[in-house]
């Protein structure tokens, strides 16, 4: 390990409370990082951690405080089953935001996914749901929060916000975080928010495609728009994105649209033609309410706005089925389900910071597994 000693590696969460009695046998720091290590190589539940730090042993205890050997299967289990998943995250939280500083107006998008292999119908718990804060700019996960049982995302958004640093940022939400009290949660925070606006607020909905079907329709000279509409061709399909916003926002005032901060009115057509003897055409607009100026901004930075939003769907939760295989993992007493998807979001975050090797997360993992080298070279941004 060279100069790098464990308590460099878990300086972030060694203020974490170790849930166990007293007079435990393997140290809490020990098991966290066994388990960081275990999912990092490819490990996808609590005997595969074993076994794998079992074939390491000899290795790992030239470094590593081991006293009484390998941990057992239960042994990961049953802390991982009593860790409080809020001081976990805090910690979590505290150790990403010295991975990414976040700062110089970063996207951080919201969303919500579901671990469908984690619903226990025993005793009667629903599937994780956990709501991720993801930063496009450097396409890492910033924090996460488990959705309360028979509750959704309206109530773990808030908690998520409250534990981020957003200043100088821009928050993305989909229509579920399209809320008053979220958007003013945002502007207390010192950050900007961009929330998508869809039939949830029916009559915002209605109000916002009535305004742009009629400005656009008659070429309206106050609307911000791009210059050239954008073209992508891709898999027999081609796709033409156009932009429209407006700063106007008094008439949606007057119509009892009151949300703090409010600036701008966006709408983002998405022109698609798929190729082929079955292909067609099809247009779909979408809206959104922001708090930026569309003037200050520009058409093209709302355009990377609105697309850039869709990185949570596509480079992290689409990792986290693929890579991780999230939805199949069947942990699911107690904590242990958040806590284990939380060392997976751990793991990702490592192995996208460690940028020498240029292969995608899944081959990443099985090169730790085989190279102990480059394992020790991922580890080190968990310092």
């Not at 190589?41 to 205890?61: F, P, S, V, Y």
């Not at 976040?102 to 292999?117: C, H, M, N, V």
């Not at 305004?211 to 309206?220: C, V």
């Not at 429209?244 to 949300?259: F, Q, T, Y």
């Amino acid at each position: 390990m060279d100069d790098v000693t464990p308590g460099d590696l878990l300086r972030s969460f060694e203020d974490m409370e170790d849930p166990r009695r007293h007079n435990t046998v393997h140290p809490m720091g020990t098991i966290i990082l066994l388990a960081v290590m275990g999912v990092t190589c490819d490990c996808g539940g609590w005997k595969a951690i074993h076994r794998w730090t079992k074939a390491n042993t000899e290795w790992l205890e030239t470094w590593l405080e081991m006293p009484h050997g390998v941990p057992s299967p239960d042994t990961f289990r049953r802390f991982f089953t009593a860790l409080d998943p809020d001081s976990f995250e805090r910690c979590f939280i505290a150790w990403t935001a010295e991975l990414v500083p976040l700062s110089g107006g970063k996207l951080i998008a919201f969303d919500g996914k579901t671990a469908r292999g984690s619903c226990d119908q025993v005793e009667g718990n629903s599937p994780l749901h956990m709501v991720s804060a993801w930063c496009e700019d450097n396409r890492v996960v910033l924090g996460q929060v488990a959705t309360e049982q028979k509750s959704n995302e309206i109530t773990a958004i808030p908690k998520l916000l409250q534990l981020l640093d957003l200043k100088g940022t821009t928050v993305s939400i989909d229509a579920m975080g399209c809320q008053k009290d979220i958007a003013t949660q945002i502007i207390k925070g010192e950050g900007d928010y961009l929330l998508a606006v869809k039939d949830n607020h029916s009559t915002l909905y209605a109000d916002l495609q009535l305004f742009f079907d009629d400005a656009t329709e008659q070429n309206d000279p106050g609307l911000i728009r791009l210059g050239q509409p954008q073209v992508d061709g891709d898999h027999g399909r081609i796709e033409i994105r156009q932009v429209w916003a407006s700063g106007d926002v008094g008439w949606l005032k007057r119509l009892g649209h009151e949300w703090t901060g409010l600036k701008g009115i966006v709408c983002m057509e998405a022109q698609r033609e798929v190729l082929g003897p079955n292909g067609g055409t099809s247009v779909e607009r979408r809206y959104y309410l922001t708090s930026h100026d569309p003037k200050e901004l520009g058409a093209e930075k709302l355009l990377e706005l609105t697309r850039g939003h869709w990185g949570v769907e596509n480079r992290l939760h689409w990792c986290l089925d693929v890579s991780f295989d999230e939805d199949q993992r069947r942990i699911r007493k107690g904590h242990a389900a958040e806590n284990f998807s939380r060392l997976c979001r751990i793991s990702l975050n490592l192995l996208k910071a460690e940028k020498s090797e240029r292969l995608g997360i899944a081959n990443k993992r099985k090169l730790c597994g085989w190279d102990r080298k480059y394992l020790l070279k991922v580890l080190m941004n968990l310092g």
